[in-house]
């Protein structure tokens, strides 16, 4: 083989390593999830492919992935309430640390009754943008850190 031949298997092979490498970097650091379900209306819709970072403490506010595991399954769903905050679940009532965050959703009948949570450290309270169709904390209660998955970046497409 000739050299020039010598220097394309090169370059080929270096460009297979580093993509190899780029990907292996990028699934270290981030994923990609997909939105199934209308929970998160109107901030995201089914089939909205949203890039996830793999890092850091969600904080109130965040949209995060979550394995549920009493469900098998993967959410995307809101950060409400994390370490030290009291959730309050009151007839479909929402209050967080006191103060109303959301309003009842009549005809769902897991929000009947009272229920109370005071967030120990690495716990999160996860709910939906859709009320009514959200199946989130409200229902499977509190989560720990470990389920979290990733903190969503943004939308892709």
């Not at 998160?40 to 506010?61: A, C, H, S, T």
């Not at 009151?90 to 009842?104: H, I």
Request: net charge negative; proline share 3%.
């Amino acid at each position: 083989m000739d050299t020039h031949g010598k220097q394309r298997i090169r370059k080929v092979a270096g460009s297979v390593l580093a993509a190899f490498a780029a990907v292996l970097v990028f699934r270290m650091f981030f994923d990609i999830a997909y939105v199934s379900g209308k929970s998160m209306e109107p901030v995201f819709y089914e089939g909205d492919v949203l890039l996830l970072r793999k890092w850091g403490i969600p904080q109130n506010g965040d949209t995060v992935t979550a394995y549920i595991d009493e469900r098998d399954e993967m959410v995307v769903k809101r950060v409400l309430a994390g370490e030290g905050d009291a959730i309050i679940i009151d007839n479909g009532g929402v209050y967080l640390n006191g103060k109303k965050v959301a309003e009842p959703v009549h005809g769902r009948q897991e929000e009947s009754g009272r229920q109370e949570y005071i967030l120990s450290p690495g716990q999160y309270f996860l709910i939906g943008e859709n009320l009514e169709v959200s199946l989130d904390s409200r229902v499977f209660g509190r989560i720990e850190k470990s389920d979290v998955h990733g903190i969503v970046v943004g939308n892709l497409f």
